[in-house]
């Protein structure tokens, strides 16, 4: 069990709880877990009926039964519940960072989630038979006031339901098979979205006496196939090649419908007040997608200490259908393609006291996926001709002293556009410069431990144009505790000097990241 406190800029108060053990011994094994956590948020709401607007409540339970009805037949079932309650999210019209705004106190952000799983595995003498089988069914109500925004916007809301089934199979050589080893395999998947509300709300009483919703109900479904193989061979004394093969096939479905009505009477409008469009606007669309995804990777033991390797895998994203748009011919996006080329490096030093992996890649990209929110809530994706995506990574981790654990981590990234009209040679979205990680951590033989981290972040772009863009920035954590073999006890603190940043931005609002936050945690095993 685990119960902590968390204080300063906001509070977390949870409890945490899991019991394991044989139900009949050597065949039969049950575990169940739980939590429950509540946060007060650190954003403060400058309505006078709320002091915060982001609160936070999660819980879950789960389970997990383990059977092993034969000597080499493992099953094991999962099965859990997931249920969230939000308030507001920590977003702010733009402008610099504060953690403030002005909000509605019923904002909500709430779903449901029941998720389970299937595994079976069988360990014959010539092969592995593995098959994974999972169902999730997630509810979600979201209710959002975006007055703050000053865009004509008042809400956004989605009402939606979205199950998915999935079942993959796979045959591979045995685990301790000399030689060659193989593995083959067989994908399916299945999701159906069905949104009763998907809507942004206007403020449009000055103009016409009430306030018009423009909803988008409807239904979406998604269904994949997929065949894969890859085999390993070795060559000569120290070369390995291994190669792999997949065929995918995506079939969407879209349902699509737009509806214009008052708020203040629920009538539905016959005519776009704004477009003059006659409404509803209603078509069904359907699309294909399918490729052929070869990999390759040819590895060298230098020493028993290192490896060298390159690879060469296609890359795919299937296209897709905008659930924004009343024209059905220009709601498709293709899909996108990419050839990635890696070599790298990994090794062990000292006795396995330090290891350092480093490795360079070059990504090539055709059509690849853009997306862009025209208005709150609302984003639509579409194509750019030609991109590409290079850089470099370097792990590296030590342990000079017994107890003792230094770790370095760096990755630079080019990534632009080559052809895409008046934005070609501009920046990715999302994308840093680069990042940066440094740690190190100490563990005294009486049980004390101490951790000290630095993050860093390179410059960020948030649209095509390159005008949204964040800073370069670092945050410092650390933690300090005790730990035994029934109990710990830690203090820990994030974002110790207090820097305030972005996690992301769009031209309607931004979205703020976690202050300095200090907290105590214990926990108990029993």
């Known amino acids: 069990a685990k119960v902590g406190l968390q204080v300063a800029e906001h509070e977390t108060y949870g409890l945490k709880g899991y019991v394991n053990g044989p139900l009949v011994k050597d065949k039969l094994f049950l575990g169940i877990s739980g939590n429950y956590f509540e946060t007060r948020g650190y954003m403060q709401n400058d ?25 080499r037949l493992e099953v094991d079932l999962q099965a859990g519940m997931d249920r969230k309650r939000n308030g507001s999210d920590v977003s ?3 402008g610099p960072v504060r953690y403030h705004e002005y909000k509605n106190p019923d904002s909500q952000d709430d779903s449901d989630l029941f998720s389970s799983a299937l595994n079976l595995r069988y360990r014959g003498d010539a092969m592995v038979i593995h098959s994974i089988t999972t169902y999730k069914e997630r509810e979600n109500e979201l209710d959002r006031d975006v007055l703050y925004v000053n865009n004509g916007s008042s809400s956004i809301a989605d009402v939606s339901d979205v199950t998915s089934v999935t079942q993959e199979l796979r045959l591979q050589s045995p685990d301790a098979a000399d030689g060659w080893k193989w593995l083959a395999g067989f994908y399916y998947s299945n999701e159906k979205q069905d949104y009763e509300d998907y809507s942004n709300t206007y403020d449009t009483i000055e103009w016409y006496g009430y306030n018009i919703k423009y909803n988008w109900p409807g239904e979406q479904s998604e269904e994949t196939m997929a065949a894969f193989g890859q085999a390993s061979l070795p060559l000569m004394d120290r070369f390995a090649l291994t190669a792999g093969l997949r065929y995918e096939r995506i079939n969407k479905e879209m ?12 009538e539905q409008l016959s005519v776009d007040p704004f477009s003059g469009v006659s409404l509803p606007v209603a078509w069904e669309g359907e699309e294909d997608w399918d490729a052929i995804l070869p990999k390759g990777v040819l590895s060298w033991d230098v020493r028993d200490n290192a490896i060298l390797y390159c690879s060469l895998a296609k890359g795919y994203l299937a296209g897709g259908l905008n659930a924004w748009g009343d024209d059905k011919a220009t709601a498709k996006f293709n ?38 929110e025209p208005s709150p809530g609302v984003w639509i994706a579409s194509n750019a001709a030609k ?11 030590a342990r000079p002293l017994h ?7 760096f990755g630079w990234v080019d990534a632009q556009f080559d052809e895409y009209g008046d934005y070609t040679d501009n920046t990715l979205q999302y994308i840093p410069a680069y990042t940066l990680n440094v740690n190190i951590q100490y563990r005294f033989a009486s049980g004390w431990f101490a951790r000290a981290e630095m993050e860093g972040f390179g410059k960020t772009y948030y649209d095509e144009a390159n005008t949204l863009d964040r800073s370069p920035f670092e945050l410092f954590h650390a933690k300090v505790g005790y730990e035994t073999a029934h109990w710990d006890l830690y203090l820990y603190g994030n974002n110790l000097l207090d820097k305030e940043y972005f996690t992301s931005k ?11 936050t200090i907290g105590v945690m214990a926990s108990l095993r029993f």
């Open 506 to 516: 769009s031209f309607s609002r931004n979205s703020v990241g976690e202050p300095r």
């Open 92 to 94: 702010i019209a733009q």
């Open 47 to 71: 309505h006078p009926d709320q002091d915060y607007f982001d609160n936070q409540e999660k819980s879950s339970a789960h389970a997990t039964l383990r059977w092993l009805p034969l000597e």
């Open 255 to 266: 349902d699509y419908e737009r509806e214009v009505t008052r708020t203040d009477t629920g």
């Open 403 to 409: 107890g003792l654990d230094i770790g370095a981590a």
């Open 387 to 397: 991109a590409h995506s290079q850089g470099v990574e370097l792990e590296v981790r």
């Open 335 to 372: 899909e996108q393609t990419s050839w990635n080329y890696e070599l790298g490096a990994k090794s062990n030093w000292l006795g396995n006291r330090l290891s350092v992996n480093a490795a360079l890649f070059y990504i090539d990209i055709d059509d690849i996926h853009v997306y862009s």
